[in-house]
């Protein structure tokens, strides 16, 4: 493995520890290297507190050897005051010489302006070091910025026969198809996306909570699709464990193209990626509009005979795994998955 491709996988590793935690910010990970050894690392882990590159940087101990270190970047290191300085004057101040930067941030404030206040500083700037597996860490941060919409996975769990749900049930709850050990997965992926949404026939059915109990996270942003506010106040999603925002006629037009509508609505409201948990209706949405980055999907052992028939899904490319006795595809939409 190349120099540079060994630290920059380094701070990809980092910055996966932010993945829930970050929005509206990117995943980064930073880690500055002298005589070929790592000197100071960091990631960053929540919107207004220190970047990656400040937390490496006041990690090194010896702080007489920046002078003398290469720092390595996953995403280009800011040039604009937010909520926090630029990291492009602290790393200018601590006489950096040399900057490795894995891809260039897409942000219109930053958009190789860091880059440019770095080179006119006299430092030797690296750009593109694992590029692609670069953007695919920050594929929500990018799609949001570039196509002006979520990054949108959907996720559904099926009988063996090919049914989400049956015709009728007893009680206003979810029918579990899948495991115990499949539905805790589900809920780090919920602590994992910004954002979480169901239809109103979900809600009325089943009156879910849509968050992540059975795991340590963060709960997403509950949006819920109610055209006629046909919904009940006193309905799970509208406790006070999570915020919810509720999607009504008021706020798009439900006679046009709804997943376009519901796209645009969310990127309006800063939401950066959205797993949509919705019934068949809502999903086969997104799928018909072509507007869905991944899709995952549980195929259970049980066999229900009738009931609501799944999504339909043409796929190019599926990723196959087991939990159990449950069988899980991850299907990834070639058309959207570029972040450009």
Same mark, same amino acid.
């Given at each position: 493995?190349?120099?540079?491709?060994?630290? =920059?996988?380094?701070?990809?590793?980092?910055?996966?520890?932010?993945?829930?935690?970050?929005?509206?910010?990117?995943?980064?990970? #930073?880690?500055?290297?002298?005589?070929?050894?790592?000197?100071? *690392?960091?990631?960053?882990?929540?919107?207004?507190?220190? %970047?990656?590159?400040?937390? @490496?940087?006041?990690?090194?101990?010896?702080? #007489?050897?920046?002078?003398? #270190?290469?720092?390595?970047?996953?995403?280009?290191?800011?040039?604009?005051?937010?909520?926090?300085?630029?990291?492009? /004057?602290?790393? =200018?101040?601590?006489?950096?010489?040399?900057?490795?930067?894995?891809?260039?941030?897409? $942000?219109?404030?930053? !958009?190789?302006?860091?880059?440019?206040?770095?080179?006119? @500083?006299?430092?030797?700037?690296?750009?593109?070091?694992?590029?692609? *597996?670069?953007?695919?860490?920050?594929?929500?941060? $990018?799609? &949001? %910025?570039?196509?002006?919409?979520?990054?949108?996975?959907?996720?559904?769990?099926?009988?063996?026969?090919? &049914?989400?749900?049956?015709?009728?049930?007893?009680?206003?709850?979810?029918?579990?198809?899948?495991? =115990?050990?499949?539905?805790?997965?589900?809920?780090?992926?919920? #602590?994992?996306?910004? !954002?979480?949404?169901?239809?109103?026939?979900?809600?009325?059915?089943?009156?879910?909570?849509?968050?992540?109990?059975?795991?340590?996270?963060?709960?997403?942003?509950?949006?819920?699709?109610?055209?006629?506010?046909?919904?009940?106040?006193?309905?799970?999603?509208?406790?006070?464990? !999570?915020?919810?925002?509720?999607?009504?006629?008021?706020?798009?037009?439900?006679?046009?193209?709804? @997943?376009?509508?519901?796209?645009?609505?969310?990127?309006?409201?800063?939401?950066?990626?959205?797993?949509?948990?919705?019934?068949?209706?809502?999903?086969?949405?997104?799928?018909?509009?072509?507007?869905?980055?991944?899709?995952?999907?549980?195929?259970?052992?049980?066999?229900?005979?009738?009931?609501?028939?799944?999504?339909?899904?043409?796929?190019?490319?599926?990723?196959?795994?087991?939990?159990?006795? /449950?069988?899980?595809?991850? &299907?990834?939409?070639?058309?959207?998955?570029?972040? &450009?």
């Amino acid at each position: 493995m190349k120099i540079h491709e060994k630290y =920059i996988k380094r701070c990809i590793e980092l910055a996966k520890n932010g993945l829930g935690t970050t929005y509206p910010n990117p995943l980064v990970g #930073s880690v500055i290297v002298y005589n070929n050894e790592i000197i100071g *690392e960091g990631w960053h882990q929540k919107a207004g507190e220190p %970047h990656a590159e400040v937390i @490496a940087i006041n990690s090194v101990k010896d702080k #007489s050897l920046l002078s003398k #270190s290469t720092i390595y970047v996953s995403l280009e290191p800011c040039s604009h005051f937010g909520k926090t300085p630029p990291c492009c /004057d602290l790393i =200018i101040a601590k006489k950096i010489p040399n900057v490795v930067i894995g891809t260039i941030d897409p $942000f219109a404030k930053v !958009a190789g302006n860091g880059v440019k206040r770095l080179l006119e @500083a006299g430092k030797k700037v690296t750009v593109g070091i694992l590029e692609d *597996e670069c953007n695919e860490l920050n594929k929500r941060f $990018f799609t &949001f %910025h570039n196509k002006k919409r979520p990054y949108i996975i959907l996720k559904w769990a099926e009988s063996q026969d090919g &049914f989400i749900a049956p015709l009728s049930k007893d009680k206003q709850e979810p029918v579990w198809l899948t495991n =115990i050990f499949s539905r805790q997965l589900v809920h780090k992926w919920r #602590s994992e996306e910004q !954002a979480i949404l169901v239809g109103t026939r979900t809600v009325i059915d089943d009156n879910p909570s849509l968050t992540t109990r059975d795991w340590a996270g963060n709960n997403p942003i509950r949006i819920v699709l109610d055209q006629n506010n046909r919904i009940s106040k006193e309905s799970h999603i509208f406790d006070n464990q !999570a915020k919810t925002i509720s999607i009504t006629k008021s706020n798009i037009n439900f006679s046009n193209n709804i @997943a376009q509508e519901i796209g645009d609505f969310l990127f309006n409201e800063g939401i950066q990626s959205v797993i949509i948990e919705g019934g068949s209706k809502t999903l086969q949405t997104f799928i018909d509009t072509n507007l869905w980055d991944e899709a995952r999907v549980f195929k259970s052992k049980i066999i229900l005979n009738q009931g609501t028939k799944a999504p339909k899904i043409k796929f190019k490319k599926v990723n196959r795994n087991e939990i159990l006795e /449950d069988e899980l595809l991850i &299907f990834f939409n070639y058309d959207n998955n570029n972040y &450009f």
